[in-house]
């Protein structure tokens, strides 16, 4: 079974500064899919960002990007230029190839606090 | 509005009852899934129904059970209600095989007492 650890439970920065949330994950599959989920108090689960475990590519999305290091298995996520919107929990999450039967499996979380 | 629509968002009820949350996923996914989130064990995955069928079953107790109905909306179906039930019950949808990324609704927050 896949596991994904998130070994920061809280984090706080200030607004504008660069945070870094870090992820690690144990699989034997060699082929996968990674995600970034962000769940403000609002409650909603959002999807940030996404990575193909085949492709070496770094995923970006605005101000959102990921460091992917598949030998070392970890998918941190960087968040630039932080804003008071982007206060939330982040979950990591990991999904095999195989039609993602067995679903998502989510870290437990880095709650994210930008401060003003 | 991300397009999957939970109903109810709240629900209060008592022990030993027997509750039903609902789902719509977004349109055009045939896949949904069921998440209970709590503080303790986290997003846990419960079960995958995809155009009708079940693929996947989770950490879903036999107390619960779920279906996927041919317009494709599903319902978790949640009996003998204990204490430790109270969670956060998220449905997401997917095109085929989710490796886009779920689609999530804004959940059910149940709470027994």
């Known amino acids: 079974a896949q596991t994904v650890t998130q070994s920061q439970p809280e984090m706080s920065v200030q607004e504008a500064e660069t945070v870094t949330l870090s992820c690690t994950y144990d699989?034997?599959?060699?082929?996968?899919?990674l995600f970034w989920y962000k769940q403000p108090p609002s409650r909603q689960m959002i999807l940030v960002i996404r990575?193909?475990?085949?492709?070496?590519q770094n995923a970006t999305e605005n101000r959102f990007s990921v460091n992917f290091q598949k030998a070392a298995k970890s998918f941190s996520l960087k968040i630039s230029d932080s804003q008071l919107g982007d206060t939330a929990m982040y979950f990591c999450?990991?999904?095999?190839?195989?039609?993602?039967?067995?679903?998502?499996?989510f870290g437990k979380g880095t709650h994210l606090i930008i401060q003003p | 509005d991300s397009g999957v629509t939970q109903t109810p968002k709240h629900l209060i009820t008592a022990t030993g009852q027997r509750v039903t949350l609902r789902c719509s996923p977004r349109?055009?996914?045939?896949?949904v899934y069921w998440y209970q989130q709590s503080l303790d064990q986290g997003l846990q995955f419960l079960i995958h129904?995809?155009?009708?069928?079940?693929?996947a079953k989770g950490n879903i107790l036999e107390r619960f059970s779920a279906q996927q109905f041919p317009d494709l909306h599903s319902e978790l179906n949640l009996s003998s209600l204990e204490l430790g039930d109270s969670a956060l019950y998220f449905c997401?949808?997917?095109?085929?095989?989710?490796?886009?990324?779920?689609?999530f609704g804004s959940g059910t927050r149940l709470t027994v007492v």
């Open positions: 699989t034997s599959e060699s082929n996968y899919y």
């Open positions: 349109s055009g996914d045939l896949s």
């Open positions: 129904y995809y155009n009708g069928e079940e693929r």
């Open positions: 997401a949808s997917s095109e085929t095989g989710g490796n886009y990324g779920y689609t």
């Open positions: 990575q193909e475990a085949y492709k070496q």
């Open positions: 999450a990991f999904m095999t190839s195989g039609g993602g039967a067995d679903g998502l499996t």
